[in-house]
C-alpha cells in the first residue's frame, strides 16, 4: 500500500534523520529537482552513509534520480546500483524502462510529467519491474505549454493515467499538492484523487503524511458496510440469489467485489 509517499531532499541531512519519525508508506530520497547541481555529488554519498542506519524499513525506500537525458543520471543509478534501497523513481519517463530493472536489481516507479510520457504511458507502464505510477502537473504543464492550474485540475489525465494503470493491475499514485500551508484544500485534492481511483498522494511535507495516510485508507463507515455486504451476499449466494437488497438498497456480484476490496485493503 502506497498511500503516502514523501519526498525528502538527498542533501538534507536533518530532513533525512527526521523520517525515523514519520508514518509515511514510502521515502523517495530526491536527487532531482530539490538538490542544486553542485550539491549532487555530496546528496549521494550522504544518503550512502546514512540510509543503512535509519530504521525505516517498514515504508518503500525509493530515490528520484536525475533525469534519463542527464549525465547525472548515470552517476544515479551507479549510486543505485551500490545502495540498499527499494526502488528508482523515474521523472519525465517516456520509454520502456525495463532495462532499469534489468540493470539495477531495483523496483521502478515512473512519473508521467512530459506529453511524450502521456502518449506513451502505456508503453512506460508495461515496463519490468513497474511497482506503481505517478504525474507532475508543473512539468505536463510546461512540456504542453499550458497553464499549471488547468493541468492540475484535468479530470481526462487523472482517468487517463488511473485506466491505463488499472489495465495493467499497477498502483496509481496522484501528484504532489504544493501548497503545505492549505491542508483543508489538500485533504480534498486527495479525496478527489481517491474518488478518481488513485491508491496514495505523493506528498512534500510530513504534515500531509498523515491526512494522505487517512484519505486513502477505508473509514470506519465503509468497512462495516463492506463486512455486512460480505456476509449477506456469501449467505444468499449459496442459495442461488444474485442479488439482494441491504439497508433498502440493491447489492449484486459487483458491490460483493468492491465490498471484498475494501476488507483486503482495511
Not at 4 to 19: D, R
Not at 77 to 84: A, G
Not at 132 to 158: C, F, H, M
Not at 177 to 190: G, I, P, Q, T, Y
Request: hydrophobic letters at 40%.
Amino acid at each position: 500500500m502506497l498511500r503516502s509517499q514523501l519526498y525528502v531532499p538527498g542533501n538534507n541531512e536533518k530532513m533525512i534523520k527526521k523520517t525515523e519519525s514519520i508514518n509515511a508508506d514510502s521515502f523517495i530520497f530526491d536527487l532531482e529537482d530539490a538538490v542544486p547541481l553542485q550539491e549532487k555529488d555530496k546528496a549521494r554519498e550522504l544518503l550512502l552513509s546514512l540510509l543503512p542506519s535509519l530504521n525505516i524499513r517498514r515504508s518503500l525506500i525509493c530515490v528520484r534520480i536525475n533525469s534519463l537525458s542527464t549525465r547525472e543520471s548515470i552517476k544515479d543509478l551507479d549510486f543505485v546500483i551500490r545502495s540498499d534501497i527499494d526502488c528508482i523513481v523515474i521523472p519525465k519517463a517516456e520509454i520502456d524502462l525495463s532495462f532499469l530493472h534489468k540493470m539495477t536489481g531495483k523496483k521502478v516507479l515512473p512519473i508521467i510529467e512530459t506529453a511524450k510520457g502521456l502518449v506513451k504511458i502505456e508503453d512506460i507502464i508495461r515496463s519490468e519491474g513497474i511497482i506503481g505510477i505517478s504525474w507532475g502537473a508543473a512539468d505536463l504543464a510546461d512540456s504542453l505549454k499550458a497553464n499549471v492550474t488547468k493541468i492540475e485540475g484535468s479530470e481526462y489525465i487523472r482517468l487517463k493515467i488511473v485506466s491505463i494503470a488499472r489495465t495493467y493491475s499497477i498502483p496509481p499514485i496522484d501528484n504532489v499538492f504544493f501548497d503545505v500551508k492549505d491542508l483543508e484544500s489538500f485533504k480534498k485534492e486527495c479525496e478527489l484523487a481517491r474518488a478518481f481511483g488513485f491508491e496514495g498522494k505523493q506528498v512534500i511535507h510530513p504534515n500531509q503524511v498523515t491526512i494522505a495516510n487517512e484519505v486513502f485508507s477505508p473509514s470506519k463507515e465503509e468497512i462495516e458496510w463492506a463486512k455486512k455486504v460480505v456476509e449477506e451476499y456469501e449467505k444468499y449466494a449459496s442459495a442461488g440469489r444474485g442479488a439482494i437488497t441491504i439497508d433498502g438498497k440493491l447489492v449484486d456480484a459487483v458491490h460483493y467485489r468492491i465490498a471484498k476490496r475494501i476488507l483486503e485493503s482495511s
